[in-house]
């Protein structure tokens, strides 16, 4: 029953790892996201996939690659983590584009690099 | 480049009192929304405005966006316990951005 459904829940590793998080949605929305919650809240938007095309990669160091292996999954991964990864990972999915239709978020991957 | 100012960055209110959020955009928007988060929870999606000067209710919740359409609030009467959380409001591009403001957390004290 979960419309955005991400995992692992809780993410901990060393520095220097790879990892990624996954995202699926079950709402037949064409655009997903990800975005990166820091320590004071802040969401800032990352990547935004279109119908598995992306159209949104803000200011991210390329250590972060999303992949959309069609419109209804949206991962994430990360190569070579640095302590300052540490943060919430929020998938989100809209019918449209964002400006024109709301956000549905997922639980969240809380990342904790050490 | 286009921002979304959300003030106040905390509120601390009695249960029962009013609470205010108030969001400025640096341009005009094709639309707000506003989210809240729980501790420990994901944003939830509240309400969309779209039209100048719209007005929303949701129970003891009340959303406006301004005329010129660059500014919104969110007012809660009588808050209760379950209030508690983060209040975001977010500025929608008409394209597939939307810019969030900074959020109010809100603590209310039983």
């Known amino acids: 029953d979960t419309a955005v459904s991400q995992t692992p829940k809780y993410l901990v590793t060393q520095m220097g790892n790879d990892k990624s998080i996954k995202c699926e949605q079950n709402?037949?929305?064409?655009?997903m996201y990800w975005y990166k919650q820091d320590s004071k809240k802040f969401l800032k938007i990352m990547f935004s996939y279109n119908n598995k095309e992306l159209i949104i990669n803000e200011t991210v160091p390329n250590r972060f690659s999303p992949k959309s292996p069609d419109k209804a999954h949206l991962n994430l991964h990360i190569n070579s983590l640095e302590l300052g990864d540490s943060a919430v990972y929020f998938c989100?999915?809209?019918?449209?584009?964002?400006?024109?239709?709301?956000?549905?978020f997922g639980n969240g991957t809380r990342l904790t690099v050490t | 480049g286009q921002q979304v100012m959300q003030i106040p960055q905390y509120q601390h209110v009695q249960e029962g009192e009013d609470f205010t959020t108030y969001c400025n955009s640096s341009?005009?928007?094709?639309?707000i929304q506003w989210y809240k988060q729980r501790p420990g929870g994901h944003p939830v999606f509240l309400i969309q405005?779209?039209?100048?000067?719209e007005v929303k209710k949701q129970k003891r919740l009340t959303f406006q966006f301004g005329e010129a359409k660059k500014n919104s609030s969110l007012h809660i009467t009588a808050t209760q316990t379950t209030d508690v959380g983060t209040y975001f409001c977010?500025?929608?591009?008409?394209?597939?951005?939307?810019?969030f403001g900074a959020g109010t957390r809100l603590f209310v004290k039983a």
């Open positions: 977010a500025g929608g591009t008409g394209g597939f951005k939307t810019i």
């Open positions: 405005l779209v039209k100048s000067g």
């Open positions: 709402l037949g929305h064409d655009t």
């Open positions: 989100a999915s809209s019918q449209v584009g964002t400006g024109n239709s709301p956000l549905h």
């Open positions: 341009t005009t928007l094709s639309n």
